[in-house]
T-cell receptor
Framework: SQQGEEDPQALSIQEGENATMNCSYK?????LQWYRQNSGRGLVHLIL?????REKHSGRLRVTLDTSKKSSSLLITASRAADTASYFC??????????FGQGTRLTINP | DAGITQSPRHKVTETGTPVTLRCHQT?????MYWYRQDPGHGLRLIHY???????DKGEVSDGYSVSRSKTEDFLLTLESATSSQTSVYFC??????????????FGDGTRLSIL
């Protein structure tokens, strides 16, 4: 069963614009993680946010978590062509396993 | 990049044959995971290991077995491959597991085609 679900499924923006992706989940969590996957490669960890945190930053990335709404968002500011990738959220769902959503395909146009 | 090597990177085989995929790590991490990635399904957990000889099932474990006789190696075996097991397989490692609020580090995958 799917725990995290990303929205939108695909997003295309111009270089320099901000990109926002959303993730919704169903059960209580200990943490939520965001990953990036470039074409033909494995997933790369971006940010982990714990259930008692509301916001976290890493460079041009900003992640928010609203446990009351069971949702998270990933904001990429000042996008670059190299940000073109698929982005996945993953939750633990209280178990010792990560459950991934289907991802958002982000395309940055020059 | 975390020291994870998956082998082979590509494999084509026939239905009914056994297949073994290998994941090798140089990070001495306790946890190792096998996922499959398919269009429309995202990443799904097959099996994971929380120590040498300690393994547990994931979401889609039917038709797969695993073994971990050394910290650095985690093997995934398809006893009798079927076309539905055509997929991209990813290995991941983690020092402390999901409840330890630890991220996972992924290999670059094995693309398996079963004809």
């Amino acid at each position: 069963s799917q725990q995290g679900e990303e929205d939108p499924q695909a997003l295309s923006i111009q270089e320099g614009e901000n990109a926002t992706m959303n993730c919704s989940y169903k059960t209580s969590i200990n943490n939520l993680q965001w990953y990036r996957q470039n074409s033909g490669r494995g997933l790369v960890h971006l940010i982990l946010i714990r259930s008692n945190e509301r916001e976290k930053h890493s460079g041009r990335l900003r992640v928010t978590l609203d446990t009351s709404k069971k949702s998270s968002s990933l904001l990429i500011t000042a996008s670059r062509a190299a940000d073109t990738a698929s982005y996945f959220c993953a939750t633990d769902g209280g178990a010792q396993k990560l459950v991934f959503g289907q991802g958002t395909r982000l395309t940055i146009n020059p | 990049d975390a020291g994870i090597t998956q082998s082979p990177r590509h494999k084509v085989t026939e239905t009914g044959t056994p297949v073994t995929l290998r994941c090798h790590q140089t990070e001495n991490h306790r946890y190792m995971y096998w996922y499959r990635q398919d269009p429309g399904h995202g990443l799904r957990l097959i099996h994971y290991s929380y120590g040498v000889k300690d393994t547990d099932k994931g979401e889609v474990s039917d038709g797969y077995s695993v073994s971990r006789s050394k910290t650095e190696d985690f093997l995934l075996t398809l006893e009798s491959a079927t076309s539905s097991q055509t997929s991209v397989y990813f290995c991941a490692i983690s020092p402390g597991g999901v409840r330890g609020n630890q991220p996972q580090h992924f290999g670059d995958g094995t693309r398996l085609s079963i004809l």
